[in-house]
């Protein structure tokens, strides 16, 4: 059984460019890095779009060819169609198909109004317009001022300030665009600013980073109501989509998974309820780098807890499943969502390298891997699986088959089932139990009813004597009433005599 067990493996050559640029690709762009997957769908436009012409000129062509043998055959007849009329109707065709395919290969035939007011000034904030009410938030408001502050220290801030906000502004025109045709222009720009800031501050990339951060922060809040799960894509389709699946598979065990982690330790369990808030909060943030700094704090509290379990480092074979186990745990909301925004959206150096690159690649590979979960990832068969999935039965239910494995998960399903039994068992004596004690309750009723009759039987058999006590006389109160007081007194002899008063001459 062990030797058909596919597993949860990812060689770390997997998570890189599949150009070989050493670049972490992403399975939104086919494997590619952000670097060779523009490049290369710059070269598939270019050739989509010269083929385009070629098919334009060809159809020209061919129109024309049989235009002019249609005239040949007209010139034979009598009834010829006047000169003036053909002229007429040539040009009109002629400025008709010109301007179709001048509308074809023309991005926009909008055109954001100019701006010539100074960036710094008290009218920093677009003015008034159309789009004022979406960038009238306070999030967006507080990114601008952040963005400004950031800026004045900078020789060329007020020239980088006008340049962002023109292209924001320019952005809410293009609300039609397809979002790669959004993304295409939002990457264009990220390109040519650092390729421009790299050349100012004379090769000091982490100059440049730390100001293209910012950059990035100031666009993408505002632009955040516009560019995330754009109506014209199918990204909310699919959020769906990977929301029911992980619902499905919420009878998925650690065990199955064969997680490194040991939840009965408090701390790997704080660092695994850590892990998920981190993962489900992503979908709060608006900036792409905070949605890759929650993915970062998660994937750290994840290697805590396998450490802690194991009492050593963990490795990358380790890493992956655990992740899938998160996910499954916190089944994030909007999770393709707020992938293809990062993805669309994100600075692309931090996508292609560092720490926030190869987590947010690995979350990209557990997603993909929960789609196409299958039974002989879980060690199942595929009627098991496909029990499991349909409700119809779960891995917590004793199985009918003696069939026994040695692999960790079907271990502890075994160890799981003993336990069922030994509860099962526990019940039936808990009921045995019950009803011993209500039978005793009953018994103890039937006893009370019995002593009661008995008693007030002997009542009935003996009647009480009752007798008129003497009446006292007058003279004898005082003396009753005396011994009454000292009835109780027994050693009232012993008492010396009272005090009797005395005169006190003076």
């Not at 006047?82 to 179709?100: A, I, L, Q, Y």
């Not at 397809?178 to 990339?205: M, P, W």
């Not at 850590?274 to 979908?283: R, S």
């Not at 074979?317 to 909301?333: Q, R």
């Amino acid at each position: 059984m062990m030797s058909q067990r596919r597993g949860i493996h990812l060689d770390q050559s997997e998570l890189l460019c599949t150009k070989g640029c050493g670049f972490y690709g992403n399975t939104a762009w086919q494997g590619l890095c952000s670097k060779c997957w523009r490049e290369e769908n710059q070269r598939e436009k270019q050739k989509q779009i010269q083929e385009d012409w070629a098919l334009a000129e060809r159809l020209q062509r061919e129109e024309e060819e049989a235009y002019a043998s249609r005239h040949q055959k007209t010139q034979s007849q009598s009834n010829v169609t006047p000169f003036s009329k053909f002229e007429e109707r040539k040009t009109k065709e002629k400025s008709s198909k010109v301007h179709t395919v001048t509308k074809f290969f023309t991005p926009s035939t909008k055109t954001p109004p100019k701006k010539d007011a100074s960036p710094f000034d008290a009218q920093s904030s677009p003015s008034p317009s159309s789009s004022a009410s979406r960038h009238s938030s306070v999030d967006s408001d507080h990114a601008t001022r952040e963005f400004i502050d950031f800026l004045k220290p900078l020789k060329s801030g007020r020239e980088i300030f006008k340049q962002c906000r023109a292209f924001t502004e320019g952005m809410v025109y293009k609300r039609d665009m397809g979002a790669d045709e959004l993304s295409e222009c939002v990457q264009d720009f990220y390109q040519n600013l650092s390729d421009r800031l790299l050349t100012q501050f004379k090769g000091s990339s982490d100059h440049v980073e730390s100001v293209m951060d910012e950059v990035e922060k100031y666009m993408m809040t505002r632009l955040y109501k516009e560019v995330f799960c754009p109506e014209t894509t199918d990204d909310e389709k699919k959020d769906l989509a990977i929301q029911k699946r992980i619902r499905a598979l919420h009878w998925v065990t650690i065990e199955m998974l064969c997680v490194p982690v040991d939840e009965e330790i408090p701390e790997v369990s704080d660092s695994v309820v850590k892990a998920i808030t981190d993962v489900i909060e992503m979908d709060s943030k608006r900036v792409p780098k905070d949605k890759l700094g929650c993915i970062t704090r998660c994937s750290k509290h994840i290697f805590n807890a396998i450490k802690v379990s194991k009492k050593e480092a963990a490795s990358a074979d380790d890493f992956l499943p655990t992740l899938i186990y998160i996910v499954l745990k916190a089944n994030p909301p909007r999770l393709q969502s707020n992938i293809q925004y990062i993805t669309r959206f994100c600075n692309p150096s931090r996508l292609m390298t560092g720490e926030d690159g190869y987590y947010f690649t690995n979350l990209c590979c557990a997603v993909a891997f929960i789609e196409k979960l299958d039974g002989q990832s879980l060690n199942l068969s595929a009627e098991e699986f496909d029990l499991y999935m349909s409700g119809q039965a779960s891995p917590n239910w004793p199985q009918a088959t003696g069939a026994s494995s040695c692999s960790p998960g079907s271990a502890a399903l075994n160890q799981v089932h003993k336990r069922l039994d030994l509860l099962t068992g526990l019940g039936e004596r808990q009921e045995r139990v019950m009803e011993k004690a209500r039978q005793l309750e009953s018994d103890l009723i039937d006893w009370t009813d019995e002593v009661e009759q008995k008693v007030q039987s002997v009542l009935e058999s003996f009647p009480p004597e009752t007798q008129n006590p003497p009446a006292p006389t007058a003279s004898g109160t005082a003396s009753a009433a005396s011994s009454a007081i000292d009835a109780d007194n027994v050693e009232n002899e012993l008492l010396p005599p009272p005090l009797q008063p005395q005169v006190f001459a003076g």
